[in-house]
């Protein structure tokens, strides 16, 4: 029934949506009210913070690949070095997913 009604809306052009099957169903509705969002972006005090959080997170992340790929790990020989940068850049890796963030990776994401 909805679906239905949904596709009159969409067919009048008021709006588009999608739908996903599977254990999870999931209907998506995007509003057509194009002088809504031109209205709300002309001024001055517009903020997306949708979009402002996902720019943080991509410094975040290029922060943290900087940090992984230019640390040099102790040692004395390579085969040693190796070792040690190995397991230093799993357990980053690994803390990084559990959001334990290096200082130093938060102070570049922040600049």
Do not use: C
Not at 40 to 52: G, P, V
Not at 54 to 61: W, Y
């Amino acid at each position: 029934m909805v679906t239905a009604f949904l596709g009159i809306l969409e067919s009048l052009g008021l709006v588009a949506f999608q739908t996903t099957n599977g254990s999870d169903s999931q209907i998506y509705i995007r509003i057509n009210s194009v002088r809504r969002m031109e209205k709300a972006t002309h001024t001055l005090h517009y903020r997306n913070r949708i979009l402002e959080k996902v720019i943080e997170q991509h410094h975040l992340n290029v922060a943290m690949l900087d940090h992984v790929f230019t640390t040099e790990a102790p040692g004395q020989t390579d085969s040693e070095r190796n070792r040690n940068y190995t397991t230093w850049f799993w357990n980053e890796i690994e803390n990084f997913f559990f959001g334990i963030i290096p200082p130093e990776v938060q102070e570049q994401a922040k600049k």
